[in-house]
């Protein structure tokens, strides 16, 4: 009965989500920057639930005209970056949606860069084209004409609340609204209004940002498009539901807040029920989001175990991503056993020569996956540079494994995303599809395993950032 009830739910996850791979076109012409851009790279993001993978192309063209035919079988946001890596989209981190089968034409007439600078047609365009009205309509009406900074709180509130207002009234005006790439349209301008000042907020809490978060935020209900069941896998689970649980219950939180959610995920857990236990699909996201990035990030900890089995008691087992947190647990249990020997990878470094596992066999080896531009990245790399100075031993071998598709962007993230003093390897534009990845698991970045002296799996270790003292033991218990 359990097997069929497995496999049944293993069909409905795969026929909810399954979407049939579709060419998807994106065309760009740059008409005025025909002397001064000669590349163009196109990152598409899937940030699906407990996903995190991204494919790049890059495209070289002396004329200004550039066409991506990629297939994609999922929507996404797609990210444009020139040849020295500008934003070509703005704010600096906003990518345009697409769906699967979208054509869209690009133009871009002077030197003028950004989303409501464009001129945007084609199919799949009306959900761009919302938001660029509605970007174009928050930027003409800032109340408060002074740098950001300079600005106060409950200033940057006021403006806050202008903003979402703006958004508010865009949509509500149009036909489609109910249409999905319309409430997936509003979902992303909503998080990403919200990011930066709830981010401020998390940093610079006091009575004023309780009061202001609460009048603004709180009880106008600004975070209602993120819990959409069509947008809550989109946007839901990254950062503003965890910023909103943590500013509200900020008395109980205390100076613990940062990271709250990975370093205390038990309690987290119970404050996601406390918030969010009478919308149950929001709940058993959050449950399902937090249970799969705690398996990721310490796998052989205690806390992994009390967290699943929480998970087990507490999520709806019919809710859409049970299978997922089973399948993860399952999986990490089966391949990153202790004692199982790892991928023998043989990748290339920044000269062309290549290294194997089996080369490093008699030392500790210390992987560590990056991507360049990834933060979580750069966050680790001044704790592992303090490990690597501590460490010094010859039967230690720290070894980066870099995903980015080309090889000038790889080496542009060396010493900023990775340790500049480890072996740096390549998984040559392969990306999630090569088979050192793949035979890890690795779906989230940055991720540390380590292999004893035979290339054999230890573990995941402890985090750095979170205890350097139990992860340095963790490597010496090792040799």
């Excluded at 174009?136 to 509130?157: A, D, I, L, N, P």
């Excluded at 309690?267 to 399902?288: C, P, R």
């Amino acid at each position: 009965m359990k097997k069929l009830l497995y496999i049944s739910m293993l069909y409905l996850l795969m026929a909810q989500h399954s979407i049939a791979q579709k060419r998807t076109l994106l065309n760009v012409r740059l008409e005025n920057f025909k002397d001064s851009v000669n590349s163009l790279e196109l990152i598409v993001s899937n940030g699906f639930f407990a996903v995190n993978t991204a494919k790049n192309y890059v495209l070289k063209a002396t004329d200004g005209n550039f066409h991506f035919d990629f297939p994609l079988n999922e929507t996404s946001q797609a990210y444009l970056y020139l040849n020295d890596r500008s934003d070509l989209l703005v704010p600096g981190s906003f990518g345009v949606l697409i769906n699967p089968g979208d054509s869209l034409n690009f133009t871009l007439r002077d030197d003028k860069l950004g989303l409501v600078n464009m001129e945007i047609s084609g199919r799949g365009s009306e959900k761009i084209l919302i938001v660029k009205k509605t970007a174009k309509k928050m930027f003409s009406s800032y109340v408060y004409k002074k740098s950001y900074r300079k600005k106060t709180m409950e200033e940057k509130f006021i403006e806050l609340d202008n903003s979402l207002n703006i958004i508010d009234s865009t949509f509500d005006r149009e036909s489609n609204k109910y249409a999905r790439d319309f409430r997936l349209a509003k979902a992303q301008l909503v998080d990403q209004t919200l990011d930066g000042l709830l981010q401020y907020c998390m940093w610079n809490f006091d009575d004023s940002v309780r009061y202001l978060f609460n009048k603004f935020v709180r009880n106008k209900k600004r975070i209602a498009p993120l819990l959409d069941s069509a947008t809550l896998d989109y946007f839901g689970g990254f950062h503003i539901l965890p910023y909103y649980i943590s500013l509200s219950n900020r008395d109980e939180i205390g100076d613990r807040y940062d990271m709250f959610h990975y370093n205390y995920p038990l309690q987290y857990a119970s404050l996601i029920s406390k918030e969010f236990g009478s919308i149950e699909y929001v709940k058993d996201f959050l449950l399902s989001d937090l249970t799969i990035n705690i398996f990721r990030q310490n796998w052989y900890g205690q806390v992994s175990k009390d967290m699943y089995r929480y998970y087990l008691e507490n999520a709806n087992k019919r809710n859409r991503h049970f299978i997922d947190v089973f399948t993860e647990f399952e999986k990490l249990k089966d391949v990153l056993k202790p004692g199982k020997a790892f991928y023998n990878f043989n990748l290339i470094d920044t000269n062309g020569v290549y290294h194997s596992l089996q080369q490093m066999k008699g030392k500790v080896v210390i992987l560590d996956f990056w991507f360049t531009g990834c933060g979580a990245c750069k966050q680790l790399v001044s704790e592992l540079v303090k490990i690597e100075d501590q460490l010094k031993d010859e039967r230690i071998q720290f070894v980066s494994i870099n995903v980015d598709k080309t090889v000038s962007t790889w080496k542009r993230g060396i010493g900023i995303y990775s340790v500049p003093s480890s072996l740096q390897l390549s998984t040559e534009g392969r990306r999630n599809d090569h088979p050192v990845l793949k035979f890890g698991n690795v779906n989230a970045f940055p991720t540390l395993i380590v292999l004893d002296k035979q290339g054999k799996i230890v573990g995941i270790p402890p985090h750095p950032m979170k205890d350097i003292g139990a992860f340095r033991n963790y490597i010496e218990k090792c040799l």
